[in-house]
């Protein structure tokens, strides 16, 4: 069984979720959403210049808005939310997103050279294996106000296994020795994810309705589902 960590306040992906409950890649969108699929490009196939630029041209993911964060961040921009509020990081979390621009920036500049058809960290979900290793890793990732549910694949268009540990050694050493290990899809503390193109659906309804609400007490206004 695969789980999947959840943003309630990623008001997108519940909005899709309360229509059908699917959580889809950008790749995967851009085949049934003509508005995406129009200007769609992959990551994959984006030149690394657009990607160091933060120059995606298609549906971003949760991951990717923290990549474009940090990127805004390094380059001292201003972050305004839809309000046209400021929005400001200091301290540590300025550093940690920064950190984190430029640890996935190495990645993708390795993925490219070391297993250029993997699918890339920038267009992907992330999905584990169910278990104590599998949630921690789910834990470690994303923040703690996200909920772990149950998944199953939907429709696979690329899937990469990986230890997650590397990535984090990479994170704290900058080394790119840590980046080729990942992408060769070595062991180090057996940390796997999986890395999915494609599409994944919740399979429990009772953590689907507790999803759908959690989102509405987010403040989201959900379409009811003909």
């Known amino acids: 069984m695969l789980i999947h960590a959840f943003d309630p306040v ?3 992906t519940c909005n899709n979720l309360a229509l059908k409950p699917l959580i889809m890649s950008p790749s995967c969108i851009a085949l049934v959403d003509e508005g995406v699929g129009v200007s769609h490009v992959r990551v994959e196939d984006l030149n690394f210049a657009s990607i160091q630029e933060a120059e995606f041209r298609s549906a971003v993911t949760p991951r990717t808005a923290t990549f474009m964060k940090g990127f805004m961040l390094s380059r001292e921009m201003t972050i305004t939310d839809g309000y046209g509020s400021r929005r400001g990081w200091l301290g540590e979390e300025k550093d940690r997103l920064i950190k984190i621009y430029e640890t996935e920036l190495l990645m993708e500049e390795v993925r490219r050279r070391v297993a250029p058809e993997a699918p890339s960290r920038l267009g992907c979900i992330w999905v584990a294996e169910d278990g104590p290793h599998g949630r921690a890793l789910l834990q470690e990732m994303f923040s703690g106000s996200r909920h772990i549910v149950s998944v199953a694949i939907e429709q696979k268009i690329n899937l990469f296994k990986a230890d997650a540990s590397f990535y984090d050694q990479l994170f704290e050493t900058g080394d790119p020795t840590a980046a080729e290990r990942y992408w060769r ?6 940390k796997w994810e999986l890395l999915l193109d494609g599409a994944i659906r919740v399979t429990k ?16 206004c959900l379409p009811m589902k003909k």
């Open 10 to 12: 990623d008001f997108m």
């Open 185 to 190: 899809g070595e062991a180090l503390s057996s």
């Open 205 to 220: 309804d009772d953590e689907l309705q507790v999803l759908l609400q959690d989102c509405r007490d987010a403040g989201h």
